[in-house]
């Protein structure tokens, strides 16, 4: 059973970072793209970055030069690491794996900027 499980959530001042986490497990074919995505109160699930396992990441416009996601194949692990945060980024952050020609999604951490 395909498991994906965020962490790395919580609460920063505008300016500051955080580093979410997600470890995808279940599959015995791996992942292949994989990524973030987040959604804000009484608004839609929107794109943050995704990466497939050869390739350039891609970005929202809204997290360019702010935000990088990574990840380790071997270890189905893919990261993103937040910096100048901005109040605008606080919603539910949801990490996203494809196998087996199914999105699979975790259950999602908050990620709350405010001073």
């Known amino acids: 059973q395909v498991q994906i499980v965020e962490s790395g959530g919580g609460l920063a001042q505008p300016g500051g970072s955080l580093r979410l986490s997600c470890v995808a497990s279940g599959s015995i074919y791996g992942f292949g793209v994989m990524g973030w995505y987040r959604q804000a109160p009484g608004k839609q699930r929107d794109l943050v970055a995704t990466i497939a396992t050869r390739g350039t990441p891609n970005y929202a416009d809204s997290v360019k030069g702010r935000f990088t996601i990574s990840r380790d194949i071997a270890k189905n692990t893919v990261w993103l690491q937040m910096s100048s945060l901005k109040s605008e980024d606080t919603a539910v952050y949801y990490c996203?794996?494809?196998?087996?020609?199914?999105?699979?999604w975790g259950q999602g951490t908050q990620v709350t900027v405010s001073s």
């Open positions: 996203n794996a494809f196998t087996s020609g199914h999105y699979y």
